[in-house]
């Protein structure tokens, strides 16, 4: 729980600190879109990841308990290819009707059973049926995601008409509603995928759109949409490195935004890069030292290639150095400096 609110923490200062960093441009970028699928995973989920990474697109899985439990290695997929992973309670239940206790089970169950897979991690809600009341938003510890585009797929199961709705109704900073028990859910959703990604829209997972829209979600309110208000960040963001004086002595601890994005570090004074030391876990420092730290969304390279360069550009390695983010701290006996958010 601790790291969980020191993560947090330094995720907030960082957005605090971005305000001042993010140059005027930054309210245009790139138009946003969030596709979620609800009910899942079923046996047409690795076809959608399949097209999903063809695509260079993300999603965002609403998951119950029962296929979680059915299909553990498709959790793990979505992990590793970087979508979301959240929870539509063990059973389908609608938490507006239920107890607290049975809130707090039918929530928490989904969170334990996904983290015994993939590890610890923070998981969005979105109450079945969409109901909700307030003491579910007490209870939930988690932000509660509703949606601004229904695609009734569902009620159609035609690929046609679920492509039809997303291309009728999506615009930037859409949260859309779709199920993946469905192949022509798969199929209407990676057609219109084509048709927006040529339009200029980048898909991205519930958490990526609210942060890059400037929202910093909280436990317990929900969120319907995320449109362009004048705040677009960038799909990197800086690692924030800060240190921590423990019994044993100061400890130094880079923070990532994402759990699946990858921090590099040096501590030499050298310039990190992808070569340099990875950052797993917090160390001790003994003497002073500049550690400079660069992040990377592994998830998010196919992005980046697209917003960040024209689309003529052939990316290559050296292209993507150019385009991290990093964060550069020295601590010395009494201050820290820092600089954040630079390109390099
Ligand atoms: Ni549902």
């Not at 330094?10 to 969030?34: D, M």
């Not at 809600?125 to 510890?141: A, I």
């Not at 690929?159 to 949260?175: L, W």
């Amino acid at each position: 729980m601790k790291r969980i609110t020191a993560f947090l923490l330094c995720i907030i200062s960082l957005l605090c600190l971005l305000g001042t960093f993010v140059p005027a441009q930054a309210a245009q970028g790139p138009k946003l879109l969030a596709l979620t699928f609800d009910d899942g995973p079923s046996k047409y989920t690795d076809k959608l990841l399949d097209g999903l990474k063809e695509r260079g697109a993300k999603a965002t899985f609403f998951m119950v308990g029962s296929n979680v439990n059915a299909y553990p290695e498709t959790v793990k997929r979505m992990k590793k290819e970087g979508h979301q992973l959240a929870t539509h309670t063990m059973s389908h239940a609608n938490l507006a009707l239920s107890s607290v206790d049975n809130i707090k089970s039918e929530v928490f169950g989904v969170n334990d059973r996904i983290n015994a897979i993939v590890g610890d991690g923070k998981y969005y809600l979105r109450p079945p049926y969409g109901s909700y009341n307030d003491t579910v938003k007490r209870t939930v510890m988690t932000p509660i995601i509703y949606w601004s585009v229904d695609t009734e797929d569902w009620k159609s199961r035609n690929t046609q008409s679920v492509y039809n709705k997303i291309m009728n109704t999506a615009r930037d900073g859409d949260i859309i509603l779709l199920h993946d028990l469905y192949l022509t859910s798969v199929e209407g959703a990676l057609k219109a995928v084509d048709s927006l990604q040529q339009q200029g829209y980048v898909f991205v997972t519930v958490e990526q759109l609210l942060r890059r829209r400037g929202i910093v979600p909280t436990d317990g309110t929900v969120y319907f949409d995320a449109p362009n208000r004048g705040i677009n960040l960038p799909g990197v963001v800086a690692p924030v490195i800060a240190t921590r004086n423990t019994i044993l002595g100061k400890k130094v601890i880079i923070g990532r935004y994402s759990p699946s994005d990858h921090v590099f570090y040096t501590a030499d004074g050298q310039k990190p890069g992808t070569k340099s030391e990875q950052y797993t876990k917090s160390y001790y420092i003994r003497e002073e030292q500049t550690v400079q730290a660069v992040s990377v969304g592994e998830s998010e390279l196919s992005e980046i290639s697209k917003e960040h360069l024209t689309p003529e550009a052939v990316v290559s390695k050296n292209d993507l150095d150019k385009l991290f983010y990093y964060f550069r701290s020295t601590f010395l006996a009494k201050e820290q400096k820092f600089v954040i958010g630079m390109k390099i």
